[in-house]
């Protein structure tokens, strides 16, 4: 079975423009969870969305949005990129239901914003 | 989700068995604790999970007291391909959705 797939992997934009991300997730999962990595704060979750709804939403500004599709894939935008905003965004889906921590990551997207 | 402490980061030698204490003293009736592991530039993998006294698989052991106040991933035998940054997280399964929290995580290293 495929994993969970980013796209792109590797991003560079300007202070000021804006970023789509994608995400595919296993097929069969539901659930497509976002992640922000840097050195400084860690793994931060920013959302979750099920069924094309968001379920769940961490401590993110606006700026930060993200879909998901009828087929379970998932973009997140980020807008008026902060230098800030540098960092590896990940991706996870699970099958969605309350039974386990369980979620695949994919392998990232690293964004530089300069 | 319930906080958790975990050491910053710990060395080992290959062949030896690896143990990560994580410590969740408010840990709630309906919490499970699950461990992640990450490679650098890689998404985390699940490891493992459990709710009490000791669950196994093919990669690692969980070992749960009584209390449930701390959990120990057990690690047998490790390789240099072991070394990777570990997470505890503890929370609850809900219906609203699940977030994972993570904190700081145990950076592992084990050497030749």
């Known amino acids: 079975k495929a994993g969970v797939t980013q796209t792109p992997r590797y991003l560079i934009k300007t202070r000021g423009q804006q970023v789509t991300l994608s995400c595919s997730p296993i097929?069969?999962?539901?659930?497509v969870s976002w992640y922000q990595q840097t050195p400084g704060q860690g793994l931060q979750f920013l959302f979750e969305?099920?069924?094309?709804?968001?379920?769940n939403k961490g401590n993110f500004p606006g700026r930060f949005s993200g879909r998901q599709f009828s087929n379970s894939r998932s973009e997140m935008n980020v807008s008026t990129l902060e230098l800030g905003d540098s960092a590896l965004y990940l991706c996870?889906?699970?099958?969605?239901?309350?039974?386990?921590?369980?979620?695949?990551f994919g392998p990232g997207t690293r964004l530089t914003v300069t | 989700l319930a906080k958790t402490t975990q050491p910053i980061s710990m060395d080992s030698y290959e062949g030896q068995e690896v143990n990560i204490t994580c410590s969740h003293n408010n840990i709630a009736t309906n919490d499970y604790i699950t461990w992640y592991q990450q490679f650098p530039s890689q998404g985390p993998r699940f490891i493992i999970q459990?709710?009490?006294t000791k669950v196994t698989n093919e990669v690692a052991s969980l070992f749960i007291p009584a209390d449930r106040k701390s959990s120990t991933l057990s690690l047998p035998r490790v390789s240099l391909s072991d070394t990777a940054v570990y997470y505890c997280?503890?929370?609850?399964?809900?219906?609203?959705?699940?977030?994972?929290?993570f904190g700081k995580g145990t950076t592992l290293s084990v050497s030749s």
């Open positions: 997280l503890v929370g609850a399964f809900n219906q609203a959705g699940t977030a994972l929290i």
């Open positions: 097929s069969g999962h539901r659930s």
């Open positions: 996870a889906s699970s099958l969605g239901g309350p039974t386990s921590y369980e979620q695949y």
């Open positions: 969305y099920f069924s094309e709804t968001q379920r």
């Open positions: 459990g709710y009490k």
